[in-house]
């Protein structure tokens, strides 16, 4: 694969911006190569600046789950940048945003727009720890709720205890307030409320775990989790930045039937612009200034751009058979890529809920970060490089998920499992 293009765009990257990028995970540095710098996208490919052809698996995180450039996004963006770009006023689009929000999902009485699922997280938790009035929040390890200083954090010595900084720059005072434990673990949860429950102000959770790869929930976690906040009075957020309106239009809270307090939104909603959202219980919101106290601002929230492309992509989802279509293309991709490892006698673990999935590397079930750290991550840079060569772009890491679109077709994925099988079969 020629990316010659692509080399010389990063040497010169490197010297303007940290690692060449603007996002860690992009520098391909888990996997073993340099990054490929994308020029455009169609449907369910993209090319790179050196011309190269790829079945796109990543979909910019998540966000494009209709495709590149789907029509009905396409034009509602024409319509709305041929009016201006941002005005810093209300506009009538960020209502129809919100009107979507609170019917789709079940938590979501009232919401307030950011433009990132990290500013999403961070408020929900300054929101929460307002509204209760109380300092410590509990979050589950692997889980990744965006930078915010507050969730970078990692397990203190032995779980369930007070967190400690995972990045220079948090302080240890932040990293006290945050307890971690282990996703799935509801007994670890139950025995830290059952110590200091009262002084939880929330706890937040990617309800289908996404950033160690793809987990599912265990039977009952969730309702375990709902039970016990509710219990102590701690506010339940679900971190639905990756997987709302991707594993059903009311995200994992309507798959699941479980109702979290506030929700945090991101991706699919801007329909690939800079978005996010959080909300939850009316009695929560209104605590949010101006209409409350606890202050939340943002000079590009809820920007006519973002809520043009968001709004639209809303539209086609609902509209018609959208998710019938994700959940059929991967339920082929996940059995494809089982029988590929299988012939090839390669211990893998294929986990997907609807149109998120993971291929590890390891033999046993992924249950948690320490059964997904069990992955084979060297073997997992040698099955993405192999891919890669073959025109299949995959999320550059084992601890991230493959993202499916509306604009694959059963021909792409079978393709994309006869070059699993090939790169399996060469894998020693
Ligand atoms: P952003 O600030 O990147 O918009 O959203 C942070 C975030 C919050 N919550 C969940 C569940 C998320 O998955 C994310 C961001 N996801 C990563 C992919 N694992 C974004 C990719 C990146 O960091 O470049």
Known sequence: MIDTTSSRL???????????????????????????????????RMWDVDGNEFLDYVGSWGPMILGHRHPAVVSALEAAFAKGTSFGTPSA??????????EAVPSVEMVRMTNSGTEATMSALRVARGYTGRDLILKFVGCYHGHGDSLLVAAGSGVATFGLPDSPGVTKGTARDTLTVEFND????????????????????????????????????????????????????????????????????ERYSVTPDMSTL?????????????GGRADIMEKVAPA??????????????AMAAGVATLDVLAAGSAYE???????????????????????????????????????EPVVDFPSAKTSDTDRYGRFFRGMLERGVYLAPSQFEVAFLSTAFTESDIDRTVEAAAEVLSGLE
Request: one cysteine or more; hydrophobic letters at 50%; aromatic letters at 8%.
């Open 186 to 253: 509801l007994t670890a949860v139950e025995d830290v409320f059952s110590r200091i429950g009262e002084q939880v102000a929330a706890v937040i959770v990617e309800p289908v775990a996404g950033n160690m790869g793809c987990v599912p929930p265990a039977a009952g976690f969730l309702e375990g989790l709902r039970a016990v906040t509710a219990r102590y009075g701690a506010v339940l957020i679900f971190d639905e930045v990756m997987s709302g309106f991707r594993v059903a239009y009311g995200g994992a809270q």
């Open 325 to 363: 279509t994700l959940e059929s293309l991967g339920a082929r991709l996940e059995v494809g890529l089982i029988a590929a490892a299988a012939k090839a006698a390669i211990p893998a673990r294929v986990q997907r809920v609807g149109a998120m999935l993971t291929t590890f590397f390891t033999a």
């Open 266 to 278: 991101g991706k699919v909603i801007g329909g690939g612009l800079p978005v996010g959202a959080f």
């Open 10 to 44: 990063f040497d010169e990257a490197r010297t303007y911006l940290p690692g060449g990028v603007n996002s860690p995970v992009r520098a391909m540095r888990a996997v073993g190569r340099q990054p490929l710098f994308m020029d455009r996208g169609q449907g369910a």
């Open 93 to 102: 689009l960020e209502v129809e945003m919100a009107r979507r929000l609170v």
């Open 292 to 305: 409350g106290s606890i202050y939340q601002a943002g000079t590009l929230s809820g920007n006519p751009l």
